[in-house]
């Protein structure tokens, strides 16, 4: 069974990989919205099943190459919040106050995406590929090892614990605690995707809920983030009337994911020790 299991993780790497390498020839074509948010996606979800291995079998390999991906992914941050931007701000359109910084934030998408096929064609990706040679090498001989579906758990659970502790942790004045809160609910989610084939069953639309409550909290950061744009653009004096919708949404936000926030708890389980919080005859 464990040798089993071991081909169920190879083969679901070797399908990230192709993946990402199929997307990320995609945006050197063509860098569109399209291309680059569908890249985006790949190298999210290829860093999960990374950090998954890593806590299973820790690497060297796997740890540069992760460093190296996020690295890539990082790259698009820019692009991506002036592009959550312009989306948001569609329906202000009308309000003279915001013309001359709508028309700074597409002109700087336009430099952005105009810098991404430049941006991928120096990339290493011989290096990646003598790291991903080792980590099939080293780490997938030694999950043969071990009872995947157990150590999996293991490592959710952990992933789960430091959710809650950063959850006990958030104040609404203090935005980067729901930030922290969010990077460990994103990974929680991406670990019970990436690892599925090795869980018990989830309910039906449980990664629904989840991300639904990802999205809140996603939310709140691109809030938080148009805000500071808004403040570097106008030398932090924006005009009142859009410093004053834009703290109306935000706490409009805020009140949405406090009522929400409890739902945390029907996430997953506290530990080994306790039942899943959708039965409570528990699943050991």
């Not at 806590?55 to 190296?68: M, N, S, W």
């Amino acid at each position: 069974m464990a040798k089993e299991d071991a081909k169920l993780i190879q083969a679901a790497l070797e399908r990230h990989w192709a993946k990402h390498l199929s997307r990320l020839q995609a945006c050197r074509n063509q860098a569109s919205e399209s291309a680059v948010h569908k890249l985006r996606i790949s190298l999210r979800r290829l860093l999960a099943f990374i950090e998954l291995l890593q806590i299973l079998a820790p690497d060297p390999a796997l740890r540069k190459l992760r460093k190296d991906l996020k690295s890539q992914l990082d790259g698009f941050d820019e692009l991506r919040d002036t592009q959550v931007m312009l989306a948001d701000l569609l329906d202000l359109n009308a309000l003279p106050e915001i013309a001359p910084f709508l028309a700074y934030l597409r002109a700087n998408e336009r430099r952005l995406l105009a810098a991404i096929p430049r941006q991928l064609h120096v990339l290493d990706s011989n290096s990646q590929e003598l790291l991903l040679a080792k980590v099939q090498k080293r780490v997938l001989p030694a999950l043969r090892e071990m009872n995947l579906p157990r150590a999996c758990l293991a490592a959710i659970d952990a992933v789960y614990a430091v959710a809650l502790q950063r959850y006990r942790a958030i104040d609404a004045q203090q935005p980067q605690t729901l930030h922290k809160l969010r990077i460990a609910l994103k990974k929680l989610r991406y670990l019970l995707i990436t690892a599925s084939e090795l869980l018990p069953p989830l309910p039906d639309g449980h990664l629904a809920s989840l991300q639904t409550y990802l999205t809140l909290l996603g939310d709140i950061q691109n809030s938080c983030v148009r805000r500071e744009y808004l403040n570097r653009y106008f030398g932090h004096q924006p005009p009142p009337a859009l410093a004053e919708i834009f703290a109306e949404r935000h706490q409009l936000l805020l009140d949405a994911f406090w009522l929400e926030r409890p739902k945390i708890a029907t996430f997953w389980r506290l530990s080994d020790k306790h039942p899943w919080p959708w039965d409570n005859k528990g699943m050991h």
